[in-house]
């Protein structure tokens, strides 16, 4: 689906992976890293008591929009 870095499969990604991490991984195929940001951000959400929560979906969303199919 996605291209490269930038490319509109790579938003769609971002977009997803940012109000559910890892989603936007999925979408991209890579099984392994959206559990891996999924369980990062619950992980984030559960050690900050939801606080700082957001960080794991920003940084799941920045992963999935660079991205780069090799």
């Given at each position: ?44 959400n ?25």
């Amino acid at each position: 689906m996605s291209g490269g870095k930038g490319s509109t499969g790579n938003v769609i990604a971002a977009v997803a992976s940012f109000f559910i991490p890892g989603l936007g991984q999925l979408v991209q195929g890579r099984i392994f890293a959206a559990l891996f940001f999924f369980v990062l951000a619950v992980g984030i959400n559960i050690f900050t008591l939801g606080i700082l929560g957001w960080i794991g979906h920003l940084i799941a969303a920045i992963d999935a929009a660079v991205y780069r199919r090799s």
